[in-house]
């Protein structure tokens, strides 16, 4: 079975970059057909969808971020990552890394989320 | 964009009540409708799948219904594991998007 993990500092300052890895362990990015994503969640909030990625390095984005965020990955390692770019207080959530089903747009699997504070 | 509105924003219910949350769409996306639930403190995990399709392992108390632009996602008999927030996600085109919540309260 599937697993992700996030990794990344817990605090970033305002106009700095928020970098997050999310490892994946049983199975492999490169080795099947699916997508791999984003989430990030605001305490107390709701879930907002940042982008998608394959493993061929195809990316989808939220409009809404699209200025400021990369999404890659490395399949050497068999991790994706993300970068978000001149952050702000708004930018403080819970973010997961997620994989998406073979059915569609969905988040089958998902990691356990880490919360990241943008604060001086 | 696709917008999507979950209606009640929460309910508070009894052991054994039958809970009905709403979905709405801004337009029609067929099918194409996932629900999650979340607790506190833990990620969501995905109940159903193109509108009333169950994912493996969730309970038959469980259902969900819709197409186009309504959904909903029924709980026959709540149970005390099932105290949780319930969010809609539309799966038929990026951005992905999510409805606001609704959160399932101990009456």
């Known amino acids: 079975q599937v697993q992700l993990q996030e990794s990344g500092p817990g605090l970033v300052k305002p106009s700095e970059t928020l970098s997050l890895t999310c490892t994946v362990s049983?199975?492999?990015?490169?080795?099947?057909?699916?997508?791999w994503g984003w989430i990030r969640q605001p305490p107390g909030k709701g879930l907002e969808w940042i982008g998608t990625?394959?493993?061929?390095?195809?990316?989808y984005y939220n409009p809404s971020l699209k200025s400021r965020v990369t999404i890659s990955v490395d399949t050497s390692k068999n991790q994706f990552s993300m970068k978000l770019t001149s952050v702000t207080a708004a930018d403080t959530a819970v973010y997961y890394c997620?994989?998406?089903?073979?059915?569609?747009?969905?988040?089958?699997?998902w990691g356990q989320g880490t919360l990241v504070t943008v604060s001086s | 964009d696709i917008q999507m509105t979950q209606s009640p924003s929460s309910v508070s219910a009894s052991v054994g009540d039958r809970v009905t949350i709403t979905c709405r769409a801004s337009?029609?996306?067929?099918?194409?409708l996932v629900w999650y639930q979340q607790k506190p403190g833990k990620a969501p995990e995905f109940l159903i799948f193109?509108?009333?399709s169950l994912q493996s392992g969730v309970p038959s108390r469980f259902s969900g219904s819709g197409s186009g632009t309504d959904f909903t996602l029924t709980i026959s008999s709540l149970q005390p594991e099932d105290f949780a927030t319930y969010y809609c996600?539309?799966?038929?085109?990026?951005?992905?998007?999510f409805g606001g919540g609704t959160k399932v309260e101990l009456k």
């Open positions: 997620a994989r998406h089903g073979l059915d569609g747009w969905i988040f089958e699997s």
């Open positions: 049983g199975g492999s990015i490169s080795g099947s057909h699916y997508y």
């Open positions: 990625i394959y493993y061929s390095g195809s990316t």
């Open positions: 337009q029609d996306i067929s099918t194409w």
């Open positions: 193109v509108a009333s």
């Open positions: 996600q539309q799966a038929k085109s990026f951005p992905l998007t």
